[in-house]
């Protein structure tokens, strides 16, 4: 009887296990109307140091923002009338994997790895996906078209439609649900360079975007990549309470 209990045990250990979503990280800095959500349809009022998970959905509401620690280091903030929908994490002692989908609105990336660590964050909108590389970005996203405006460091970026497919691909191939995202052949492209023509050229593999860089990707492929102002950027408000908060 004993040894039956044992075994029931166990296995309820072991489904709940099997069950049981990675911590994503925990809310540090509800600013405004921060609203989470674990059940489809159903919300509730984000509280300071409130655990997130995969799964979750967190939304602003005007003139609200929200930050997040993500375990392991690393912080995602997100700006008003946004929502960002945590998907997938990976936490080990030196490989740190985050994936989230911003469905709207606003967000800043800031997340170093430590020596002889791994960490990348991605981050997929409506048309592009961008891969962090240990750096600062800010990502933005609408139906029609998103960007990517790097700060420090490189920041790797594909359209969302080839993202999906490889996405597929990887699944088929039975990888385990966490492997680490690797990208394929990448372009790097460093500041002041600019592609000729604004959307004439459909973006069809991963390209680099160094500091300073900015890419415009639309619903269709096409995509426009240039040098941004930062001195008009630093003004914007977003911008500068980000890094009032990084310089803390």
Request: charged residues 30%.
């Amino acid at each position: 009887m004993k040894k039956r209990s044992f075994i029931i045990f166990c296995l309820f250990l072991f489904c709940t296990n099997l069950n049981a979503k990675q911590t994503f990280g925990k809310i540090t800095l509800p600013l405004g109307k921060v609203e989470i959500s674990s059940i489809p349809g159903k919300w509730e009022h984000a509280k300071p140091n409130q655990p997130v998970y995969e799964g979750n959905v967190i939304r602003t509401q005007a003139r609200s923002r929200c930050e997040i620690t993500l375990t392991g280091g690393g912080k995602v903030r997100i700006s008003e009338n946004s929502e960002l929908e945590l998907n997938e994490a990976e936490v080990k002692p030196m490989v740190k994997s985050f994936n989230a989908n911003l469905k709207k609105g606003n967000v800043w990336v800031s997340a170093k790895a430590a020596f002889g660590e791994k960490k990348s964050i991605n981050l997929r909108t409506p048309t592009a996906v961008a891969a962090i590389r240990g750096t600062k970005y800010r990502a933005k996203a609408g139906e029609d078209e998103s960007s990517v405006l790097v700060y420090e460091g490189k920041v790797d970026v594909n359209q969302t439609k080839n993202y999906i497919e490889q996405r597929k691909e990887k699944r088929k191939g039975l990888a385990p649900k966490n492997t680490p995202f690797k990208l394929g052949p990448v372009t790097e492209i460093k500041a002041p360079t600019q592609v000729s023509g604004p959307y004439e050229v459909t973006l069809e593999e991963w390209v680099t975007l160094a500091q300073g860089m900015q890419i415009n990707v639309r619903k269709d492929g096409k995509y426009s990549m240039f040098e941004f102002d930062e001195n008009a950027d630093a003004g914007l408000d977003f911008v500068k309470w980000n890094k009032e908060q990084d310089s803390k």
